[in-house]
């Protein structure tokens, strides 16, 4: 499925419906370039999950945990990641196997140890279609 968004308020809002949909033991993967919108997607989909706190990127934490929505929340970004024995140590396995929703930014760093079934995300631009547009592609494996 490919959806096209023109505003971040649009971006944020594909975020929020697919939070509100999610169930325990969802895996999204998210993947686009710096700046493209990862953060407002997933700042959607923690509203869509009913989490009223502030979300950020993990860039320095690895993964953020957000417990007070409808299920439990857990928010990966591995741009960092050196290697995949990183994740390890931090015991990514009781999130991505856990209770509930894990999204993954920069996961194509860590595709050896995603789970076999995950729904992939990814945010392209278009400059040429105007600064705010963005070409979602949302994938099921």
């Not at 929703?101 to 105007?130: F, M, N, S």
């Amino acid at each position: 499925m490919v959806i096209e968004t023109y505003q971040e308020k649009e971006t944020y809002e594909l975020g929020r419906r697919l939070g509100a949909e999610a169930k325990a033991g969802q895996v999204y993967t998210l993947v686009g370039d710096l700046g493209v919108g990862k953060t407002v997607f997933t700042k959607g989909l923690a509203a869509g999950l009913g989490i009223e706190e502030a979300v950020s990127s993990p860039t320095f934490t690895i993964v953020q945990v957000y417990e007070e929505g409808r299920l439990p929340f857990y928010h990966f970004d591995v741009y960092r990641i050196g290697d995949v024995e990183e994740m390890e140590e931090i015991g990514y396995e009781d999130y991505i196997y856990g209770e509930g929703v894990c999204l993954i930014e920069w996961a194509d760093l860590i595709r050896e140890i995603l789970p076999e079934h995950y729904t992939e995300v990814k945010i392209e631009k278009d400059l040429q279609k105007g600064f705010d547009y963005r070409r979602i592609s949302i994938c099921e494996y």
